[in-house]
């Protein structure tokens, strides 16, 4: 039986890490559902979150599944165990990636985390960072704004500059140090040269953006032992998209995934 990988997000975010999956392990199959009629999740509680990703999950699981990809950091930090525990195969959330390649990005262990507000209260990157490095000093940042900015196709405009300003400049002001940014959020990648530019206009040394979508997917491709070789031999897989509704798809879709859709089915869950 031919197994897909499932790929879950609150939104159309996690196609930011279908992208890297795409690249990394470009014979899979994958399943992706966007929960579209239920984002953000950001902003809602931990149980209410931890409720969606479950019936999200389940919904993935109906297909023949050989991993379960979190691609929304807000699920991953506060639904991964639930979800874990839940899922007959193995399930990887965006925290840990994102914040082993933090580690390995930063030279002094000053790690700065920008999340929706969700991902920043559950603490989950300062936990996932202290138990790999008890010395990694962590300050995190809420950053509500980019979500609607990426959605809108403005992360590279100058609003976008004046709001990472805006949330950046005190944060570089109180923490000199910091010399690696974590994008913990799924739409945050859209705004990657907006808030380099922050970094290079507030700071005199140079600072490492990382996010979790590249180490998600050599994450996916260590958990089903793929050999850089299979990607030669094998034809390209499919991406069947979900999504749970389907207001201007066509149009955002594209802003994160880098590719226009083939097919994209309405799911009610
Ligand atoms: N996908 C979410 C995340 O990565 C961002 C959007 C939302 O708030 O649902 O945290």
Redesign the pocket.
Known sequence: MIRSIGVF???L??LTVVRQLRLALPNENIIYLGDTAR?????KSPRTVERYALICQRFLLQHPLSLVMVA???ASANALPAMAEASPVPVIG?VEPGAMSALAASRSKNIAVL??LG?IASGAYERAISAADKSAHVVTLACPLF?PLAEEGWGDSDIALAVAKRYLEPLFAEHKKIDTIVLG???YPLLRDVIAKVCESSCDHEVAIVDSAAAMARSASRTLGRKPQDKETKSRGTLRCFVTDASRMEELAPRFLGETLDSLELVDL
């Open positions: 997000d609150s939104g975010g996690g984002v953000p999740y950001g902003t929304c950091n807000t965006a999340g929706t991902t979500v959020c799924t739409h």
